[in-house]
């Protein structure tokens, strides 16, 4: 099993990324994906994640209506699109499988933090700055 993340880098406030996750050696299918981030001092927060069974997407307050999730299974890729970047995204951001559980909102918030994540990808690097 791999999960290969790239799509990182270096933006200004405002700008946009998209990040990719590539999968082998599972159908993607049937895994819920999610995108997690941890910055310098920080704990690990999830950012967003994509339900396996109804394609369903949750997202972190911090990231609603600014990053998009979503996932090719023909490509066995899931796609993290960053857009209205803020310096306080500035983070390494992995990709990971999620158990379906907790692929959900709890009183209206994402706050699965990883836990329980069973195959995770390297880190790629954002850093948002002026």
């Known amino acids: 099993v791999q999960l290969q993340a790239s799509g990182g880098g270096s933006v200004q406030p405002g700008g946009s990324l998209k990040l990719s996750c590539v999968v082998s050696g599972f159908d993607l299918d049937y895994y819920t994906m999610g995108w997690f981030r941890q910055a310098p001092g920080k704990e690990r927060e999830g950012v967003s994640c994509?339900?396996?069974?109804?394609?369903?997407?949750y997202y972190a307050g911090s990231v609603m209506g600014r990053f998009v999730i979503s996932k090719d299974n023909f490509k066995n890729t899931v796609y993290l699109q960053m857009n209205s970047l803020k310096p306080e995204d500035t983070a390494v951001y992995y990709c990971a499988t999620v158990p379906p559980s907790e692929c959900t909102y709890y009183d209206g918030l994402y706050l699965y933090t990883g836990s329980s994540n069973e195959y995770w990808g390297q880190g790629t690097q954002v850093t948002v700055s002026s």
């Open positions: 994509i339900s396996s069974s109804d394609g369903g997407t």
